[in-house]
């Protein structure tokens, strides 16, 4: 059934309607403050910061705010990494703490610390015990993260909590996480993969006797296998973990993520990278500046106009603004005149007076603009650049030549009533109509092949210049591609991180970044 912008995404509109009220009064706001802003992460410092005094509440907030700006650790991961036994937590929990540089935290390496009374206590009571009661737990937890390493390079905690009244008891002492991933998979699956679980006592690196077993001898020698993996063992385990995750997830609404565990172990690293490199949807004051690039056909008119309708952005069509202007006999439009009649392009210059003009209309600066035409490629966007129009979400649509064929070569006009046909989409309804039916010239297989040659001749460094743009694939339903790009609106734009470089094949509707496979060391298994 075809879907409208309308059946999904209320709550991302509203969010995104709410931060734009936000920027209608004072009316005349000057672009370079809300670029400033966003670009600087203003408002989330501010807001940071805020959280930090009324956690903390210092006696002297002025030195505080000095020390917490000094330290710059606003973005350090803070992680939390739940799931059921043999679910792979601590393996993908070892690989994000590899990759992002940061610190691994689970209740073992938490009794261990040397220098510690309260992990001396507590590795007595869980060697009595195998557990730990909820008060000592959280204190280790908080003693750990108050050191140095943990404000600096952030934090992953494995399979903490395991509560409600540990979660509650964390968030109650300022310790928040920006990201919690959940693993998920049947017990089926989880009880068999738990009896060939394999641990290196040196390394701590984990095997498993079918899926990951170590190629090196001496390393398969030493490997042991830990204890509590028999089936009886694993299903107490479990229930216990269904048990408690129930009432523990409500903890953290917005921020939670589920992740299929049962399925390539690299997939669950690409989508546990892909997740924790993402910023959550600021409540910061946000005018949207949107650029729409594509090849011809790729469908970026219908969704500029699926953004003004529902968002109340101003659609700005590059080609229409050159026709209207020649229309109205304006002074540009007297200047555009020639190159139309000649069917040769109108130059730069001329054609960014025309676009000033309308983007520095009153509509524009209060509701935002979505921009489809222009640039088309690098000089262009560098001259719109320097006059000060900086769109602040960009998107590539990438469609196949031979999709955009079947949606450029069909189409057809009534010479009669003026009215629009697609061959296979809206065909007339008499043969009558069909047999006066016309093809625009511009619709031949030779044109649009030339208009998608000249688009991909400069695409690249067009993207390159974007560092930030993000690339879909157009070749979908286009409500399902507007809820792609709605979504890219409202929600912050990702961080890089370390191990993510520019790739040209990824899922459709993810940013154009996938996992360099060159930074594994090993393997790791499930």
Known sequence: MTRGPSDGGHQGADALHGVMDATTAPHRIPPEMPQYGEANHVFELM??????LLIHQPKDPIPFMIDHLQRDNDYVPKIVILGPPASGKTTIAMWLGRHLNSNLLSVESLIAREYSSLAADARRHYQKFQTLPTAPLVRLVQERLREEDCARRGWILDGIPETREQALMMQALGVSPRHVIVLSAPDTVLLERN??????????????????????S??????????????????????????????????????????????????????????????????????????????????????????????????????????????????YGELIRPFFEKETAVPDDITMKVLKQRLDQQDCVERGWVLHGFPRDRDQALLMDSMGYKPNRVFFLHVPFESILERLTLRRTDPVTGERFHLMY????????????????????????????????????LEDFYGQAITLNGDQDPYTVFEYIENGIINSLPKKVPGWVKSKEHPPGKQSYSFSPDLLETQPSQ
Request: charged residues 20%.
């Open 426 to 461: 809206k065909p007339p309804p008499t043969m009558e109509i069909q047999a006066r039916l016309r093809q625009s010239p511009k619709d031949s297989e030779e044109q649009i092949k030339l208009r998608m040659d000249r688009f991909y001749r400069n695409s690249a460094e």
């Open 47 to 52: 807001q940071n910061m805020l959280e930090q």
């Open 195 to 216: 009896l060939g679980k394999r641990i290196d006592p040196q390394t701590g690196e984990i095997y498993h006797t079918t899926f990951h077993w170590p190629p090196e």
């Open 218 to 331: 001496e390393v398969q020698k030493r490997l042991i296998a830990p204890a509590g993996i028999s089936g009886g063992e694993t299903a107490r385990r479990l229930l216990a973990y269904h048990r408690n995750v129930a009432r523990l997830l409500p903890s953290y609404p917005k921020i939670l993520k589920v992740i299929a565990a049962d399925q390539p172990c690299v997939d669950v690293l690409y989508q546990a990278l892909a997740y924790v490199q993402t910023i959550h949807r600021s409540n910061a004051p946000f005018t949207p500046r949107v650029l729409l690039c594509g090849p011809v056909g790729s469908g970026q008119s219908l969704q500029a106009a699926l953004l003004a309708q529902k968002y109340g952005l101003v659609n700005v069509c590059c080609g229409q603004l050159l026709k209207e202007a020649v229309a109205d006999k304006s002074k």
